[in-house]
């Protein structure tokens, strides 16, 4: 019998961005995971990922990888956690951050809230509007970025910006963008879990090239599925693993 491992984004994946999930697709999990392993990867800090899933999360799913597995946690226990501070350094940190402040002061989007850059463990999270914002201003942005591009116009300055730093750049959600080393991708969750498994499946939204999804989704030691609701996840899943 195969080994097989259900690895998930959150957001757009299990749950409307930055909403809790349903009943319905946390049932769901549960069903799935009589048949298959399942695994939780998300780009959020672990705090966020249980807003969404539950405070239970740890111990509800056989793996959960949040900040994209540079925090890892197997059967609610502590596998390891990396730190961008100490990859880095304060210097280059300090000089990131001050360029990243300047460029959004200087940034006309029709508003700005608060909380600009979110330090994580092994990431930065960069927001031109402020993670302060309400839904509905997170809403309205998503649809100004579309447009006017904000994000990749900003991910291109600094990469040219800070080449040295060898960082990657990687767009996710409504609003913002996670800053990290080379190699820092949700790719970083399967050291993990390869030789573990036959076939490691991974299912996320943001897929295409630049999208936080899509360095896991294309690996080669993943079999990678493109959805588009919570809904279109529960029902690729129940078409691969539940109705044979």
Known sequence: MKRILALFDVDGTLTVPRK?????TLDFLQELRKVVKVGIVGGSDLVKIQEQLGDNVLTAYDYVFS????VAHKGGELLAVQSLKTHLGEDKLKRFIAFVLHYIADLDIPIKRGTFIEFRNG????SPI?????????DAFEVFDKEAGVRPKMVEVLKKEFAEYGLTYSIGGQISFDVFPQGWDKTYCLRF????YDDIHFFGDKTFAGGNDHEIFSSEKTIGHTVTSPADTQQQCTELFLAQ
């Open 20 to 24: 809790t999930a349903s009943l319905q």
């Open 67 to 70: 900040e994209n597995g540079l």
């Open 123 to 126: 990431m930065l999270n960069v």
């Open 130 to 138: 402020g993670r302060n914002c309400s839904q509905e201003e997170r």
């Open 193 to 196: 879990v390869e030789g573990e």
